[in-house]
C-alpha cells in the first residue's frame, strides 16, 4: 500500500477481514514495511475450494484513514483421495437366453479429487479367464455387457473382480457376481378344430363358435398350460375334456352396436416366467332387420319465398338405418291420409331417393301460411320397418303488395277538401292519412311522406303517423286552395309505395265555406280558362305594341309636317284628332295593364289603369273627357 503522508501519518498497520484460521498477514517495522501473507494451516481442496478476504492497511493520523483490497485465495487439487467403488459386491443376474450385447449390471466408483485425478477407468483385475471371455466393460461408464450366449446347464453363476484407476495412479478394486437364471425354452401350442364366422346376430347364448385344444412340449411347471379370453362379456371359454376348450356365447349380440368381435384367446404355461401363445379369433356378426330408420331430427322446418319458381327444393330429410344392405336401404314417401283427415298437400313432394323437399307451384302468403305434412322412411328389410317425421312449411312473405289507401278515399269522385283557418298556428292537424299493407313483418311498416303540394313548406306530414300538420302559419300569400300529394311506401326490398290525393282550403271563416266548394266543381274549367287567358293577355300585347308603333311613326311624320310650316295641332283640329284617334283605336298615350292570376282560383282578372296626361288646354281636356267617356269601363276588371 502506498500513503502520501509521511512520519505519523503514513501507514502504521495491515490486517484481515474477516480473520481465518489459513492466512495471516505479516509486515517489517521499518521505514519499508513489505507486507507477506502467511499460510498458517495446511488446506483441503475438498473441503474448501476457495478462500477469500480483505486485506486492510491503515495510517496514523488522527482520525486514521484506510485502504481495503480483496484477496482471493484457489486451492489447487492433488490425487490425495483414491476411487471409492459404491459397493463392494456387485450382483447380477442375466437370462441365458439374453442376446449379445445385453447389459449385465453397472459398477459405479467416484473420486473427490478433479481434473486429471479424477477421471475414473474401469477394467477386468484378471487379465483371460472363462468368466471375462464371456463378458465385457466399458472402461468409462463402468457397464458390464454379454459378450456370448450363457448356458445355465454349464455354469450357474460367474464371478471376476473389477479395478477402478484414477488419472493419478490410485485404484481401489470390487468383486462382481452375475448369476444366470434359466429359462422356459418352450411355449404352448394352440391346434383349432373348428370355428364359425359370420355369426348371426339374434344367435342364442350358448353357441359354440370355435373347438381349439392346448400342449406344451416342456415338462413339470414349464409344460402345465392355462387358457384365459381377455375382455369379452359377450364370450367366455369352457373346459371341454382334457385339454380342449370351447369359445360360446355368453348374451345375446347386437351387430348394430359391435359388428366384428376379436377375440384373443391365451394359453400360458406355468413357467417362471410363463411362455404364453395368443391366438386371435375374428368373429363378424350378420346382419339382421332389426332397426327401423331414425330420423336425424325430431322434426323439419323448411321455408320458402312466397311467389316461388314451381318445383323449388326447400329442404331434404334424412333419415338413418343401423342395420345394413338392404335392411338400411331407406326410402321415403309422404304419410297417406286416414278417411277421417285431410288429404295431403299436392304442393309439396319428397324424392324417395334422397329426402329432398320440393314445392311443387307457387304459394301466396297472404293465402297460406304454413303447411305441415307427415314424412314416412321406410327400409327394404323383409318385413320392411317404418319410422315418420313431421314437416313443417313456412311461407315466408314477399313484399308483392303495394300498400292501401283507406282514407281519403282514392276514388273516382274529387276528394273532399279539408279546412284550415287562416288563424291555425304551425302543428294545426288538418287530416290524416290511413293506409294498410297486406303483406306482413317490415313488408308491412309504413312510411308517410308529402311528394308534392301546392306549397310544400305550408305542410308536414308525420313519417309514422300520416298525419297532415302546417308546418307554419298561413299568410295572405298562401292560396286559398293547397292541393297535396303524400306518398305511402313500405319497407320490402323493393319497397312498394301508393299515393294519397287530399286538398285544403284555407279559410278566414268557415261561413265561405260554399264558395271555394263551389269552385271544385269548376277547378278544371278554372284551369283551361287560365290558359285561355294567356293566350289572350299575349295577343293584346301584341296588339298594343303594333299600336305603339304605328303611333311613333304618325308622331315623327307630324313633326315632320310641322318643320315644313304646317300647324300639327290647333283648337279645331285637335279634336278631330283625337276623335281619329279614339275611332282608330289608339292613342297619344301608353295604357298600364295589370295582370293577376291565382293557381287553383275560378277567376283571372285584367286591370287596366288610367293614363297619365298632360296638362292640356281647356279644349283639349274637354276632348279628353269625350275620348274617357267614350270607354267608360276602361278601369274595369275584365
Not at 72 to 84: C, K, Q
Not at 121 to 145: C, H, L, M, W
Not at 171 to 185: F, G, P, R
Request: glycine letters at 6%; a negative charge.
Amino acid at each position: 500500500a502506498q500513503d502520501l503522508d509521511v512520519g505519523s501519518n503514513g501507514i502504521q498497520a495491515y490486517s484481515i477481514a474477516p480473520e481465518n484460521e489459513y492466512f495471516s498477514v505479516s509486515f517489517g517495522n521499518g521505514d519499508d514495511k513489505d507486507v507477506e501473507l502467511v499460510l498458517e494451516k495446511a488446506l483441503d481442496r475438498e473441503e474448501q475450494a476457495e478462500v477469500g478476504f480483505s486485506l486492510i492497511a491503515v495510517d496514523g493520523g488522527s482520525p486514521p484513514r484506510s485502504g481495503t483490497t480483496q484477496i482471493r485465495i484457489v486451492v489447487l487439487d492433488v490425487n490425495d483421495n483414491a476411487p471409492i467403488f459404491t459397493q463392494k459386491l456387485y450382483i447380477g443376474q442375466v437370462l441365458e437366453n439374453a442376446p449379445e450385447g445385453s447389459v449385465v449390471l453397472r459398477v459405479v466408483a467416484t473420486d473427490q479429487d478433479v481434473g486429471v485425478n479424477g477421471n475414473i477407468t474401469y477394467q477386468f483385475r484378471q487379465s483371460v479367464s472363462t468368466s471375462n471371455s464371456a463378458f465385457a466393460i466399458d472402461p468409462r461408464s463402468g457397464e458390464i455387457k454379454l459378450m456370448k450366449h450363457l448356458d445355465f446347464e454349464v455354469a450357474e453363476n460367474h464371478e471376476f473382480n473389477v479395478q477402478a484407476t484414477d488419472g493419478g495412479g490410485l485404484s481401489a478394486i470390487c468383486k462382481v457376481l452375475v448369476e444366470v437364471v434359466d429359462v422356459n425354452d418352450n411355449a404352448p401350442e394352440l391346434v383349432v378344430s373348428s370355428f364359425t364366422s359370420p355369426l348371426p346376430e339374434n344367435a342364442l347364448p350358448g353357441t359354440v363358435v370355435a373347438l381349439f385344444t392346448v400342449r406344451d412340449r416342456d415338462s413339470g411347471a414349464n409344460g402345465k398350460v392355462s387358457c384365459a379370453l381377455e375382455d369379452q362379456l359377450a364370450f367366455s371359454l369352457r373346459p371341454a375334456y382334457k385339454n380342449y376348450y370351447e369359445l360360446v356365447t355368453m348374451s345375446t349380440l347386437d351387430r348394430e352396436e359391435t359388428g366384428r368381435y376379436i377375440l384373443s384367446v391365451t394359453a400360458a404355461d406355468a413357467g417362471s416366467p410363463p411362455l404364453t401363445t395368443t391366438q386371435t379369433f375374428t368373429v363378424d356378426i350378420s346382419d339382421i332387420n332389426d332397426n327401423a330408420p331414425v330420423f336425424n331430427q325430431s322434426s323439419y322446418t323448411m321455408y320458402v319465398q312466397e311467389n316461388n319458381v314451381p318445383t323449388v327444393l326447400v329442404g331434404a330429410v334424412r333419415a338413418t338405418d343401423a342395420d345394413m344392405g338392404p335392411n338400411a336401404k331407406v326410402t321415403y314417401f309422404l304419410a297417406p291420409a286416414q278417411p277421417t283427415e285431410q288429404p295431403p298437400c299436392s304442393c309439396i313432394s319428397v324424392n324417395s331417393e334422397n329426402g329432398h323437399v320440393f314445392v311443387l307451384r307457387p304459394l301466396d302468403y297472404e293465402q297460406v301460411r304454413q303447411i305441415e305434412v307427415l314424412v314416412i322412411a321406410s327400409d327394404a328389410g323383409s318385413p320392411p320397418l317404418r319410422s315418420n317425421v313431421t314437416v313443417r312449411l313456412v311461407v315466408v312473405d314477399e313484399n308483392d303488395n303495394a300498400p292501401k289507401v283507406l282514407y281519403p278515399a282514392q276514388d273516382s269522385t274529387p276528394p273532399s277538401s279539408e279546412l284550415v283557418p287562416v288563424s291555425a298556428e304551425a302543428g294545426y292537424l288538418i287530416t290524416k292519412v290511413v293506409a294498410v299493407d297486406a303483406d306482413s313483418g317490415q313488408n308491412s311498416w309504413l312510411s308517410y311522406h308529402l311528394l308534392r303540394a301546392t306549397d310544400p313548406g305550408l305542410f308536414v306530414v308525420g313519417a309514422q303517423s300520416g298525419e297532415v300538420r302546417l308546418k307554419r302559419p298561413v299568410t295572405e300569400r298562401d292560396a286559398v286552395k293547397q292541393k297535396l300529394i303524400v306518398l305511402v311506401r313500405d319497407n320490402g326490398r323493393p319497397p312498394l309505395s301508393a299515393t294519397a290525393a287530399l286538398s285544403a282550403l284555407l279559410l278566414n271563416d268557415f261561413s265561405d265555406v260554399r264558395l271555394p266548394h263551389s269552385n271544385l266543381a269548376t277547378e278544371d274549367e278554372s284551369n283551361s280558362l287560365t290558359a285561355y287567358l294567356i293566350i289572350s293577355l299575349t295577343f293584346v300585347s301584341l296588339l298594343f305594341l303594333a299600336s305603339l308603333t304605328a303611333f311613333i311613326t304618325h308622331k315623327i311624320c307630324k313633326r315632320k309636317k310641322l318643320k315644313d310650316g304646317q300647324v300639327l295641332y290647333g283648337t279645331s283640329n285637335l279634336q278631330s284628332d283625337l276623335v281619329d284617334a279614339a275611332t282608330a283605336g289608339t292613342f297619344p298615350h301608353g295604357y298600364c295593364y295589370e295582370i293577376s292570376l291565382t293557381t287553383g282560383s275560378g277567376n283571372s282578372e285584367f286591370k287596366f289603369l288610367k293614363p297619365v296626361l298632360p296638362s292640356l288646354p281647356p279644349q283639349q281636356e274637354r276632348n279628353q273627357t269625350v275620348r274617357q267617356d267614350s270607354y267608360p269601363n276602361s278601369s274595369d276588371r275584365h
